[in-house]
């Protein structure tokens, strides 16, 4: 790994540990030419994910996508890119030891189970953006 000041390519462990449930290692790194300390984290690439729609057909799990919901969700809400980027990694987390593939149904709940944790307002919102995604039933089925 190389060091983020001086561009050497030496550095070496100074501390390891696992945080956030054993799924991520975070590495406490020091660079053995200047000096500066700095961390890395370790996980498994959810982005080899691929996600089963509800019509059967496939596709990769896309970060970028789940952020522009939260977006739409969180319209002139307060909520910061941190904030935003806790949750996906809280839905990453949490789907990381599944298999290859989940169906979409089981990530939209995450995230709307993520929205009534963090703010009701962007829960209802979301829950109406999701309506267009199931049947009708489904919809009144999850929101009573
Ligand atoms: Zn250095």
């Given at each position: 790994m190389k060091c983020p000041k001086c561009q050497n390519m030496d550095t070496k462990v100074i501390d390891s540990r696992i945080v956030e449930d054993w799924q991520v290692i975070r590495r406490r790194r020091e660079c053995e030419f200047c000096n500066h300390r700095f961390t890395t984290f370790e996980k498994r690439?959810?982005?080899?994910l691929t996600i089963i729609k509800s019509d059967w057909t496939k596709q990769m799990y896309d970060r970028q996508k789940i952020k522009r919901w939260l977006m739409l969700a969180f319209?002139?809400?307060?909520?910061d890119n941190e904030m935003m980027e806790n949750i996906i990694n809280n839905l990453e987390i949490k789907r990381q030891?599944?298999?290859?593939e989940i169906q979409s149904k089981k990530i939209w709940d995450d995230i709307l189970q993520e929205l009534k944790k963090t703010d009701p307002v962007a829960f209802v919102r979301f829950a109406s953006v999701y309506k267009s995604f199931e049947s009708l039933e489904d919809f009144k089925n999850f929101i009573w």
């Open positions: 690439w959810i982005t080899e319209a002139k809400r307060k909520i030891n599944e298999w290859n």
